[in-house]
């Protein structure tokens, strides 16, 4: 068979071509995209963390 990137002959079996190490098969499992994160999620976090810098604020100046 023939190397699909460089056209050297190679072995019917082999699984890289020996000259420039492309895959001679296409792969088995795909690499994992993980899902974007939307706006939401953002908006939440800072929303979260404004709430708690407003509650220590709160409880720093309640006490005097």
């Known amino acids: 068979m023939l190397c699909r990137n460089c056209g050297i002959e190679i072995a019917d079996k082999a699984l890289i ?3 420039c190490g492309t895959s001679t098969v296409e792969a088995k499992y795909q690499p994992y ?6 706006v939401s999620t953002i908006v939440i976090a800072v929303l979260a963390v404004a709430l708690l810098v407003l509650l220590a604020y709160f409880l ?3 006490g005097s």
């Open 60 to 62: 720093l100046n309640s």
């Open 33 to 38: 995209v993980a899902p974007r994160r939307g």
């Open 17 to 19: 071509c020996y000259r």
